[in-house]
């Protein structure tokens, strides 16, 4: 079963810098889309950033210049680089992911949308 496990969320004040991994693993035959989505209290989800690993890249308008989105396509895995946090960056940060994965009945494969089980992040001011 396809699983997206994020890791990198803490505390930090403002100004401050973390880094977000989300590592696509079990029976992944090609990660599409990766990104980032976030959900502050009493707010909607919003997005963060998408990589589609061709090189379409897109940020969220409030993250743009300060947030970077890479991702190692060998590994299934998408990074979410913060810098210059700010308090209102204060949120559950969640992966999201396009996945594919080998049907074994049938050897084609079949796509599906995952998401992981979310990060806090916390920026004190």
């Known amino acids: 079963q396809v699983q997206l496990v994020e890791s990198g969320g803490g505390l930090v004040q403002a100004g401050g810098s973390l880094r977000l991994t989300c590592v696509a693993s079990?029976?992944?035959?090609?990660?599409?889309?990766m990104g980032w989505y976030r959900q502050a209290p009493g707010k909607q989800r919003e997005l963060v950033a998408t990589n589609n690993g061709g090189g379409a890249i897109n940020y969220g308008s409030s993250v743009k210049g300060r947030f970077t989105i890479t991702r190692d396509n060998s590994r299934n895995t998408v990074y979410l680089q913060m810098n210059n946090l700010k308090p209102e960056d204060t949120a559950v940060y969640y992966c999201?992911?396009?996945?594919?994965?080998?049907?074994?009945?049938?050897?084609?494969?079949?796509?599906?949308?995952?998401w992981g089980q979310g990060t806090q992040v916390t920026v004190s001011s």
């Open positions: 079990g029976p992944v035959f090609e990660a599409n889309t």
């Open positions: 999201n992911a396009d996945i594919a994965v080998i049907v074994p009945r049938t050897g084609k494969p079949s796509r599906a949308n995952y």
